[in-house]
């Protein structure tokens, strides 16, 4: 099978995900542009149109909601601009796609690495370089809930994933721990203590609970 060539960005990309139905790739990168394509396997050779939302910062991370018609999008701090965590609506006609957010929250100090939609679309989880998780209300973006010194992580938060009923996520960090956690509560229910910093990714699968580090499988 040879491979689709999809080429649009002008800096390095950051974060690459498909939505449930694999029929929309979001892209994140440095030149500030998150991108939505429709890849097609009919041409091989060349990519559909794809539709931009500009920023005026770099675009780390993106995750669908439910229905795939919104999506959070997080931008780092640049030129004076703090980390921020976006609310775009997606059109149906990738024609009326604007730039507008429906909500953004910021406030935070330190890159926001991950930011994913809780149960129902009602919340938003992130987390990042300040090594706190923070649940927000996805209406008016309130603050709802934080972890703690105690119990959350030491140091920057890499990676978070959720659960495929979305009732629980995973951390994974640079203090050499992934967590998982109640995605209502924030309540911790166990810590996972690694070799090594947790440099790459943690996933959470339906039957069991994999964590990949450094190309190794715990």
């Known amino acids: 099978m040879r491979p689709i060539l999809m080429k649009g960005h002008e800096r390095p990309l950051t974060f690459l995900k498909y939505n449930r139905d694999g029929d929309l790739l979001f892209s994140c990168a440095k030149d500030h542009t998150p991108t939505v394509w429709s890849p097609t396997t ?18 780390r991370s993106v995750d669908f909601a439910i229905g795939d018609h919104l999506a959070v999008i997080t931008t780092d701090s640049f030129m004076g601009n ?20 429906a909500l953004v929250i910021s406030g935070i100090t330190g890159r926001i690495n991950r930011a994913v939609w809780g149960p129902g679309n009602r919340t938003i989880i992130t ?3 300040d090594a706190t998780i923070r649940i927000w209300d996805s209406e008016t973006g309130k603050l709802l809930k934080e972890s ?5 992580h030491q140091k920057a938060i890499s990676s978070l994933s959720k659960s495929a009923d979305w009732s629980h996520f995973l951390t994974g960090s640079l203090d050499k721990s992934a967590k998982l956690w109640d995605a209502r509560t924030l309540t911790l229910i166990k810590t996972y203590v690694t070799e090594r910093p947790l440099m790459l990714s943690t996933y959470l699968l339906p039957l069991t609970m994999w964590l990949l580090e450094v190309g190794k499988m715990l």
């Open 42 to 59: 009919a041409t091989a050779s060349a990519p559909t149109a794809g539709t931009t939302a500009r920023f005026d910062a770099p675009a």
């Open 82 to 101: 703090m980390p921020t965590a976006q609310v775009k609506r997606i059109a149906e006609d990738l024609q009326d796609q604007t730039d507008e957010s």
């Open 127 to 129: 987390a990042g370089e």
């Open 148 to 152: 703690g010194m105690e119990e959350g």
